[in-house]
């Protein structure tokens, strides 16, 4: 035991399994929820804290995402500690890894996705869109935001009202915000 999990607290039990398998971004966009009358995907551009990606995953699943996709490079990934967080939610909901978000993203557009970024700092409150057709919805990190080329791909940047002396957000809430948000819309 001690050999297969060295340094952890293994209570006499350790299983081994195999890598988490990602999906194509083809499977994200074909995992539409049958409740859904549009797809739905998001997009985290730097989001390496495995914490808020296994959330803003759970809470996706909870809002019947098609799918989530994460760039390769400077982000985190699919680990246990996500798996965790995000409550088992990764064996349910597609999650894809792309070399280039920008590229991802004029795919998406190519595909009619209309797509909408999460800027502090945007003029635009997250109530005003109505939110028709299918979208991708772009999240960055805590720290920097949305990185510029990809914010440059948006085609609407939004920001959640903010009454308190505090900035932002954790980016896992502000996700949950804005997805409830869309489905509101949907349901009106």
Known sequence: MEKLAPHR???????VCRAHR?????????????????????????????QNLGSIIRTAHCCGV??????????????????KASAGAV??????????LANTIDDLKERGFWIYGADASAPMDIRAPDYEGNIALVMGSEGRGIRPLVRKKCDFLISIP??????????????GVILFEILRKWRD
Do not use: F
């Open 9 to 15: 607290v293994h209570q006499g039990v350790v299983a």
């Open 22 to 50: 990602y999906a194509t971004v083809e499977e994200v966009i074909d995992h539409r929820h049958k409740k859904s009358k549009y797809d739905l995907i998001v997009l985290l551009d730097n989001i390496t804290d495995p």
């Open 66 to 83: 098609n799918g989530v996709i994460i760039p390769e490079n400077r982000a985190a990934s699919i680990t246990s500690s996500v798996s």
């Open 91 to 100: 064996h349910y909901l597609p999650t894809a890894m792309v070399v280039n």
């Open 162 to 175: 903010m009454r308190g002396q505090v900035a932002s957000l954790n980016v896992s809430v502000a996700a």
